[in-house]
């Protein structure tokens, strides 16, 4: 979705700052598809679950991008099985990534989308509604979901 929404962005005329955790070479291999399309474009590492780490990325996003009109959250965390086989440990860090980092990285993005009357979009993935199967599956296969 990240991808998608970057390219997306960027084929209508945006500079594009995108994050990753893990995925670095991911995370390459788009900026450089993005610059292809036009635009500046960078990624940034950032862990979305903590604090420091999130305030030094907007930080450097705004200083690189000159402020932002658009924040995509995006990054999510979520299992593949069952809903009761899943620990403690895996529902906090679900919830970290999926409720947390969307809180975190708002609130300190906030200043610069008012200063631009900025847009926030929050994006969700039915990857949970059915586990063990892929978003991509379950979009093919929605109408027979029973959740």
């Known amino acids: 979705m990240g991808r998608a929404s970057a390219l997306a962005l960027a084929k209508a005329g945006a500079d594009v700052a ?3 955790q893990h995925s670095a070479r991911e995370a390459q291999r788009t900026v450089v598809d993005l610059a292809g399309i036009g635009v500046r ?3 940034l590492h ?3 679950t903590n604090e420091k780490s999130v305030r030094e990325t907007i930080k450097e996003a705004v200083k690189e991008l000159g402020g932002i009109d658009i924040l995509v959250n995006n990054a999510a965390k979520y299992e ?8 403690v440990k895996q529902w906090d860090a679900i919830f970290a990534s999926n409720t947390r ?12 989308l008012r200063e631009r009357q900025g847009k926030i979009i ?4 039915l990857a949970g509604c059915c586990p063990g199967r892929s ?3 379950i979009a093919r296969r929605r109408r027979r979901c029973t959740c």
């Open 101 to 112: 980092g969307p809180y975190l990285v708002t609130r300190e993005a906030l200043k610069a």
């Open 80 to 87: 593949t099985v069952e809903f009761e086989n899943i620990t």
């Open 135 to 137: 978003t991509r599956t």
């Open 122 to 125: 929050n994006m969700g993935s």
């Open 18 to 20: 995108i994050t990753f």
């Open 41 to 43: 474009a960078f990624a």
């Open 46 to 48: 950032c862990d979305i």
